[in-house]
């Protein structure tokens, strides 16, 4: 008989020994397609390109059944480990000590993956049939440019006539112990660059010139002159924030021609794409109106926005929702709270094909040297997966 992958520490082991540091699969994405092999499902490995970016392994996976599709998504790709001198144990050698495993890629998000097909696995050796759909929907390009992994791998699979009813994301949601959030939404994330036009030439003939670095500083003081918001009720404040100012002058002597700025805003739900730009632009406009030139003239400036917009969202499902809060209260006595904080996940291409929320491991070191996990917390997370699943699956048919 074969086995079932019921240990999520065996499975998470076998993952951490792929160094599948984005763009390389390094063998992680057939590592996890013979997890699933056990449990019947149907796996897909579509390769996604694009000019001037890395192809990317995928993993689609379909257990089919009759009613309900229940959705888990994740990523197996992870962040560079640094200096591998620097960690106390093997970086990719999934080495257990004091009660935890270390291994990059432990809570960000392989722990996450490991913990749902071993939360799977032991519903389907106590019940058998589920009634109804699951899928795994696994990419390798999320720590990376995010341009042939999640937002591609949703429309293959949709132009294959795939539907979902949930999803639930495993990233590493709980700040300090398991029970203490699930994320319900994310901030949206704008980006733009900022050119300022000089005229070079020399300091000490400052007259001749126009010092593009005085109008810069400006423009970005400009731009954080007052608060954007103060938040709302479901989410933080938004913020603006400079992220560097480049001139690439070498001579210390020479004023430049040009310098530009880069900043990120991540927004809550009081402004749109079109409304955030339009501030942003009545701000530059303002403190290029009242700065001006060394020479008395107006700030020549331009700006480049990046694209695409992360757009802000929410997820207002209670059917999904509500029975994953009430598996982590069953599973650790806790009342997690709902959450939007955080940066940008896969969630925000999700969320245009079904209700998504994300709940996972506790993400203290996750990008950090010795990344690791509690053994102790692979096991609830199995637990509290293994709950929900079923839990979901008996609310919708009651529905």
Sequence with gaps: MTRLPTDPAA???ALIRCPSVTPDDAGA?????????PLDFVCDRPVFSETGTPDIDNLYARRSGNGPHLMFA????????GDPAAWSHDPFGAAVSDGAMYGRGAVD?????ACFVAALA???AERGLLPGSVSLLITGDEEGPAINGSVKLLQWATDKGERWDACVLGEPTNPDAMGDMIKIGRRGSLSGT?????TQGHVAYPHLADNPVRSIVALCAALNASPLDRGTDDFQPTNLEVTTIDTGNPAVNVIPARTTARFNVRFNDRWTEETLKAEIMARLDHGAAMS???????????IAWNEPVSQVFLTRSDALTGALAASVAEVTGRSPTLSTSGGTSDARFIKDYCPVVEFGLVGKTMHMIDEHVALEDL???TAIYADFITRWFADQAGR
């Design 379 to 381: 096991e609830t997370l």
């Design 11 to 13: 499975n998470l082991a």
């Design 122 to 124: 032991r519903v389907v």
């Design 194 to 198: 900022i050119t300022v036009e000089g």
């Design 109 to 113: 998000m392989k722990g996450g993956i």
């Design 29 to 37: 994405l057939d590592t996890l397609t013979a997890m699933l092999a």
């Design 292 to 302: 001006g030139r060394g020479d008395g003239g107006p700030v020549r400036f331009s």
């Design 74 to 81: 994740g990523h197996t790709d992870v962040v560079p480990p």
